[in-house]
């Protein structure tokens, strides 16, 4: 490799680095800023505390890869909230920390949603089971 | 080199890999430890590092994404696919970053520059392993793939980098002193060796399947 291209490497990787390292921490300190703090979901854009919705729903207990899991049945949840068209919208789950998944209604009828605020699906990847939900938006098609 | 010993090399790296995902992976996670962040920046910059410098060979660390990737899709515990499809990515993407260096390391003759190539290596291989699981899990399962999603959550990604960057801006020169050592390891020796380990480690990790 020529003499020139290793000082060029030398000059430009640690300055990669560092700007990656910047662009990490920067993303850390926005993430923590715009955590959201608070022991409510919004459903379609109400607020219900987790006592409310489980005053509300059925529990029902799933099995999953991980096990049995109990919570609310998101099927009936959505139905006792007078959803507009249950079954015809998607839902997008968000957590705390702003992580998101969006599911259809084929996926979420199948879901719970647990006392310590997580949705969980049978059969589904994991990258779905959101934890810390603070809203449950619907979008209608 | 010798074809045999390569693949061999290539498996015993992979389910070293692969098992430290599934195994230790589950310590670190039961633990509440960032289990991620801590099997990229360190186990899995550590075998991917330890195969370039002893074996040479472009390509290798491919192959082993794809012997770890399949034997974590036979770890009980979390995500099997999405974890599965972060490691085979890690494995391309870590080939990608260092494809155009040489073998021997001599572009890295400074502490700076190694721990650099570290920092790199950690943040690139760990962000883009998230990434490609969030676009390619939801289509091989089928459940949609939708791009807002991964908008909102790219600043998460990209602080999540920040941890492996660390832990391999450590491991990288660390493991470069390593390759002063002459670890030659005769045939005779190396085959029943590589083979042993090898398949140690997918019997514990399979027969945990099968027991869970």
Same mark, same amino acid.
């Given at each position: 490799?020529?003499?020139?291209?290793?000082?060029?490497?030398?000059?430009?990787?640690?300055?990669?680095?560092?700007?990656?390292?910047?662009?990490? +921490?920067?993303?850390?300190?926005?993430?923590?800023?715009?955590?959201?703090?608070?022991?409510?979901?919004?459903?379609?854009?109400?607020?219900?505390?987790? &006592?409310?919705?489980?005053?509300?729903?059925?529990? @029902?207990?799933? +099995?999953?890869? &991980? %096990?049995?899991?109990? #919570?609310?049945?998101? &099927?009936?949840?959505?139905?006792?909230?007078?959803?507009?068209?249950?079954?015809?919208? =998607?839902?997008?789950?968000?957590?705390?920390?702003?992580?998101?998944?969006?599911?259809?209604?084929?996926?979420?009828? $199948?879901?719970?949603? $647990?006392?310590?605020?997580?949705?969980? !699906?049978?059969?589904?990847?994991?990258?779905?089971?959101? @934890?810390? *939900?603070?809203?449950?938006?619907?979008?209608?098609? | 080199?010798?074809? +045999?010993?390569?693949?061999?090399?290539?498996?015993?790296? %992979?389910?070293?890999?692969?098992?430290?995902?599934?195994?230790?992976?589950?310590?670190?996670? &039961?633990?509440?430890?960032?289990?991620?962040?801590?099997?990229?920046?360190? !186990?899995?910059?550590?075998?991917?590092?330890?195969?370039?410098?002893?074996? /040479?060979?472009?390509?290798?660390?491919?192959?082993?994404?794809?012997?770890?990737? +399949?034997?974590?899709? !036979?770890?009980?515990?979390?995500? /099997?696919?999405?974890?599965?499809?972060?490691?085979?990515?890690?494995?391309?993407?870590?080939?990608?970053?260092?494809?155009?260096?040489?073998?021997?390391?001599?572009?890295?003759?400074?502490?700076?520059?190694?721990?650099?190539? %570290?920092?790199?290596?950690?943040?690139?291989?760990?962000?883009?392993?998230? *990434?490609?699981?969030?676009?390619?899990?939801?289509?091989?399962?089928?459940?949609?793939?939708?791009?807002?999603?991964?908008?909102? *959550?790219?600043?998460?990604?990209?602080?999540? %980098?920040?941890?492996?960057?660390?832990?391999?801006?450590?491991?990288?020169?660390?493991?470069?002193?390593?390759? @002063?050592?002459?670890?030659?390891?005769?045939?005779?020796?190396?085959?029943?060796? $590589?083979? #042993?380990? =090898?398949?140690?480690?997918?019997?514990?990790?399979? #027969?945990?399947?099968?027991?869970?």
């Amino acid at each position: 490799m020529p003499a020139t291209m290793i000082l060029g490497k030398e000059k430009i990787i640690p300055i990669i680095a560092i700007s990656l390292l910047l662009v990490g +921490t920067s993303s850390a300190i926005y993430v923590n800023e715009t955590k959201i703090d608070k022991e409510t979901i919004a459903i379609n854009g109400i607020e219900y505390t987790v &006592d409310q919705i489980f005053a509300i729903g059925t529990i @029902k207990t799933i +099995t999953t890869d &991980d %096990g049995e899991k109990t #919570g609310i049945a998101l &099927d009936e949840l959505m139905y006792k909230l007078n959803i507009n068209c249950p079954d015809c919208s =998607s839902y997008t789950i968000k957590g705390s920390d702003n992580y998101q998944q969006t599911v259809d209604w084929d996926i979420l009828k $199948t879901g719970i949603l $647990t006392d310590y605020r997580k949705v969980f !699906f049978p059969d589904t990847a994991h990258y779905l089971w959101v @934890k810390n *939900i603070v809203e449950i938006e619907v979008n209608n098609k | 080199m010798n074809k +045999t010993r390569l693949i061999l090399g290539i498996f015993i790296f %992979g389910s070293l890999w692969g098992f430290s995902e599934c195994v230790i992976g589950n310590f670190f996670s &039961d633990a509440g430890l960032p289990t991620a962040e801590l099997m990229v920046g360190f !186990f899995a910059i550590t075998f991917l590092l330890l195969s370039r410098i002893y074996f /040479h060979q472009p390509g290798m660390q491919i192959g082993m994404g794809l012997v770890a990737g +399949t034997l974590r899709l !036979f770890n009980p515990m979390g995500c /099997h696919l999405c974890s599965a499809v972060a490691i085979v990515a890690e494995g391309a993407i870590f080939e990608l970053i260092w494809y155009k260096f040489s073998f021997d390391f001599r572009e890295l003759k400074t502490l700076t520059m190694q721990a650099s190539m %570290g920092v790199i290596s950690g943040y690139l291989v760990f962000i883009s392993g998230y *990434i490609i699981t969030q676009v390619l899990t939801p289509i091989i399962a089928g459940t949609g793939f939708f791009i807002e999603n991964l908008i909102f *959550i790219m600043p998460n990604i990209l602080a999540g %980098g920040v941890v492996p960057a660390l832990i391999a801006g450590f491991v990288v020169p660390t493991l470069l002193l390593a390759r @002063k050592l002459d670890l030659t390891i005769k045939d005779r020796i190396y085959y029943p060796t $590589t083979i #042993g380990i =090898s398949a140690l480690c997918w019997l514990i990790v399979v #027969g945990n399947w099968l027991l869970a």
